[in-house]
């Protein structure tokens, strides 16, 4: 079955860490970029993180610069969203998507898979 799941999300309080995965199968990963989007009810779907195929280049947005960081296991086809310093902003539901054979990390555009989510929560 070609499918990315994620894992990972929790309720953590200020200051704290999470590391989400996005765990692929039937697909091959490497061949992959790999985003992390996340979404709070009522507002549009923003991207947190990419890592490229191949190149392995990187892209974050500029509010968890320094806090997060993507990795990408390709022999276990998963790729991790490390998250420290959690504010209660980085509230969200979490998504990983997948697209074939981007180096540079597009970003726009269609996406070839789509994960179900995980929920993070930041709170005290």
């Known amino acids: 079955q070609v499918q990315l799941v994620e894992s990972g999300g929790a309720l953590v309080q200020p200051g704290g860490s999470l590391r989400l995965s996005c765990a692929a199968s039937g697909i091959t990963m490497s061949y992959y970029a790999i985003t992390w989007f996340r979404q709070v009810p009522g507002r549009e779907r923003e991207v947190v993180s990419c890592?490229?195929?191949?190149?392995?280049?990187?892209i974050y947005r500029d509010s968890v610069k320094g806090r997060f960081t993507i990795s990408r296991d390709d022999a276990n086809n998963t790729v991790y969203l490390q998250m420290n310093s959690l504010n209660p902003d980085d509230t969200a539901v979490y998504y990983c998507?997948?697209?074939?054979?981007?180096?540079?990390?597009?970003?726009?555009?269609?996406?070839?898979?789509w994960g179900q989510g995980t929920q993070v929560t930041v709170s005290s």
């Open positions: 890592i490229s195929s191949v190149l392995r280049k990187t």
């Open positions: 998507a997948a697209r074939k054979w981007d180096r540079l990390c597009v970003i726009k555009g269609r996406y070839d898979l």
